[in-house]
């Protein structure tokens, strides 16, 4: 009977209100109302970037091959950094590698796509970069990228010269009839000798000297002569925005909340969020949720006229 009492004054004690505790709520960092149903990852509030302020005229689609360890992704990371993409920072490496193998191998497995902003001449440029592999087990992913491109930059290592990746992309490229911009890299090394590797890009890709930039990704020399090469030589995409939707799927990811995020490369005509799609080759029907592009994290935008 005791424990009991002591048990009924515990419970009675707990249920009587305070008179000086002020009411609690939810924390003040907590959003309240219908704000808290939302996720927190969610692209619902971001400022939707306006695509129709870009013509096709100034839109540049290309990708960077090249043999592996020859310089790709860091040179990635400048293009990102010097169009004010990401912020300068000494932890800017290899940006655009999210797999963990790739970061603790230093090595590039996905093709990776971001597109960056750069004023030339008076005229704002969308430029759509693929970061792409440059090991032979992953030319797939190359080929997959170039698809969805009209140029590439083709960076060759100072020091070591022309690979066979090197002449194994630079094919690709051909065959596939873009625009190669020749980048010799590495040129701040101690041994390296962009003489002679640029005689070998002319002799062996009939490639003109003058065509070739000496650039050191590393240090960020001579990074805005690759942006305005990309300007100035590779073509825009061609295609009419009053076309049917005409895409083509270069690259897709899984979310298991939002479902399945698809790269894609549009042809012809244009896509916004509600719109009804359908694949060519399965028939199957599917419903756009939402549109945008990476600059490299996701930015949603109105409607898509190219790339996301």
Request: aromatic letters at 8%; one cysteine or more; glycine letters at 6%.
């Amino acid at each position: 009977m005791a424990l009991t009492g002591r048990t009924v004054s515990w419970w009675v004690r707990l249920r009587r209100p305070c008179p000086v505790a002020a009411p609690r709520g939810p924390p003040v960092w907590l959003p309240t109302g219908l704000e808290a149903c939302q996720r927190f990852y969610s692209s619902r509030d971001k400022e939707k970037i306006d695509m129709s302020a870009y013509p096709v005229e100034s839109i540049r689609n290309f990708s960077i091959i090249a043999h592996v360890d020859h310089g790709k992704s860091t040179l990635a990371d400048r293009l990102l950094e010097i169009t004010g993409t990401i912020a300068k920072t000494d932890r800017n490496k290899q940006v655009l590698d999210k797999l963990q193998v790739e970061r603790e191998r230093g090595i590039t497995v996905k093709a990776q796509s971001a597109s960056l902003f750069y004023n030339y001449k008076g005229v704002n440029y969308l430029l759509n970069l693929i970061d792409t592999p440059g090991h032979v087990d992953f030319s797939y992913e190359v080929s997959r990228s170039l698809s969805a491109c009209q140029g590439v930059l083709l960076v060759v290592d100072a020091n070591e010269g022309i690979q066979a990746q090197t002449v194994a992309n630079f094919y690709l490229a051909f065959e596939a009839q873009l625009a190669i911009i020749p980048v010799i890299n590495k040129i701040d090394l101690k041994n390296a000798d962009p003489e002679r590797v640029e005689k070998q890009i002319e002799k062996l890709f009939d490639i003109p000297v003058s065509e070739c930039i000496r650039i050191s990704a590393k240090q960020g020399t001579n990074i805005e002569k690759v942006l305005e090469k990309v300007i100035e030589k590779i073509p825009p995409p061609q295609f009419n925005t009053t076309d049917p939707l005409k895409a083509l799927v270069f690259d897709s990811t899984f979310d298991h909340y939002r479902g399945v995020i698809a790269n894609i490369a549009i042809f012809g005509g244009e896509i916004e969020k509600g719109h009804k799609i359908v694949s060519a080759h399965t028939n199957k029907r599917y419903e756009v949720n939402e549109v945008g592009i990476l600059t490299p994290n996701e930015q949603p935008t109105h409607k898509l006229n190219y790339l996301v």
